[in-house]
C-alpha cells in the first residue's frame, strides 16, 4: 500500500472520533469537550450537520485510499 493511501487511511481514522463528538449527542459531548452549550434544536441540528461534512469527508479520503484515481483529489481535500 502506498504511503499516500496510508495517509488518507489515517487521517479518516483520526477524524471519526471528532466527528461522531459533534453529532451524536451535541448537547452532552460539546460543553464537556468545548464548553459550548447546545441547548436548542438548531443548534443540535448545526452540529449533526457538521459531523455529516466530517463523515462526507472521510468517506472521500477512504475512497482516495482505495482508488488511484482519486488519491491526489483527496489528498488535496484534506
Not at 499516500?4 to 466527528?19: D, K, N
Request: charge should be negative; charged fraction near 10%; glycine fraction near 6%.
Amino acid at each position: 500500500m502506498k504511503k499516500e493511501s496510508l495517509f488518507l487511511l489515517a487521517a479518516a481514522l483520526g477524524l471519526v472520533p471528532i466527528a461522531l463528538s459533534y453529532g451524536l449527542v451535541p448537547q452532552t459531548s460539546l460543553p464537556f469537550l468545548l464548553d459550548i452549550e447546545v441547548d436548542t434544536v438548531n443548534s443540535t441540528h448545526i452540529y449533526r450537520a457538521v459531523m455529516g461534512l466530517y463523515l462526507a469527508n472521510i468517506l472521500f479520503w477512504i475512497a482516495g485510499a482505495r482508488n488511484e484515481s482519486l488519491t491526489i483529489p483527496a489528498l488535496w481535500g484534506l
